[in-house]
């Protein structure tokens, strides 16, 4: 048997250690998430809450519900805001939306929802278009507490600037004001923007497929996973979709190289929007 004193592989048999531990503790599957994304992430995390080693970080994790509450926030955040990347959301008004128009009724999925910012932009612009009270819209995410967050629908007014700008460059039709009411520093969208959301917490790695849909968005969500996770979600994905329906990735995602790659066209060339034209 051999030994190794390299700090290198040290940390990540530790990381391992972790990882292993939080799957059969709480359920929660990140082993097969990117290392070097959630290392960074670990250590942070570590050091905000005073914790000397990784080992330490699982002992506490496995005893301690809100540590590990405040662990798995950590390491599945994501960076959002309304109407992120404008072109695709316009590409989404003018491109897509007159074809999901021909369905009598629409089921979207916005998977990795996060605190709610790209499913109230999708559903700003389902109403403009006149699609809102036809469609059923599924906002899911492995993280309850964000779930919980994007329900709500209450965000920093201080985000409503930029998100102002990037809503007018997504074909906006009307004053960004008008979905949104200010209270002390929040902004807080109007209800009827979620009527026909379902908000739900939902595994991409463990979980099932729940339903078929006409559109699939999972933008910015599989880049913190390793090839062999992607692949997965994407099966998942695949699975979950009707035939010619949509799939909208994020800029730095793509279906190449994945298990359906062949069952896809670019439908929007640049904007990571697919559409599927074989099972």
């Known amino acids: 048997m051999t030994s190794t004193n390299d700090p290198a592989d040290l940390d990540s048999l ?37 914790i000397a080693s990784t080992l330490g970080l699982l002992e506490r994790a496995l005893r301690e519900g809100d540590l590990w509450e405040r662990l798995l926030r950590e390491l599945t955040i994501h960076t959002t805001s309304m109407f992120r990347d404008p072109t695709f959301f316009l590409a989404f008004r003018e491109k897509v939306v007159p074809l999901i128009r021909t369905y009598p009724f629409i089921r979207i999925w916005v998977a990795g929802c996060s605190t709610g910012e790209e499913l109230y932009s999708t559903a700003i612009i389902l109403h403009e ?32 600037k930029e998100s102002t700008g990037s809503y007018q460059a997504a074909g906006g039709q009307r004053p960004f004001s008008e979905y949104y009411t200010v209270r002390d520093e929040l902004a807080i969208l109007s209800p009827a923007l979620s009527r026909t959301t379902i908000f739900a917490a939902h595994n991409l790695v463990s979980d099932a497929s729940f339903n078929e849909f006409q559109m699939i968005f999972i933008r910015n969500v599989m880049i913190y996973f390793n090839r062999s996770l992607q692949d997965r979600v994407l099966r998942l994905v695949h699975g979950s979709l009707c035939r010619l329906g949509f799939v ?17 066209e670019e439908f929007v060339p640049g904007e990571k929007l697919y559409r599927k034209v074989r099972e």
């Open 14 to 50: 530790e990381l391992g250690l972790l990882l292993e531990g939080l799957h059969r503790r709480h359920g929660f599957d990140l082993r097969d998430y990117s290392r070097a994304s959630l290392s960074r992430r670990i250590e942070r995390f570590k050091q905000q809450e005073g």
């Open 248 to 264: 909208c990735l994020g800029r730095r995602e793509s279906m190449r190289f994945s298990p359906h790659e062949e069952c896809y």
């Open 129 to 160: 278009e006149g699609l809102l009270d036809r469609c059923r819209l599924y906002a899911t995410d492995l993280n309850e507490e964000v779930v919980s967050q994007a329900k709500t629908g209450v965000f920093p007014v201080s985000s409503m």
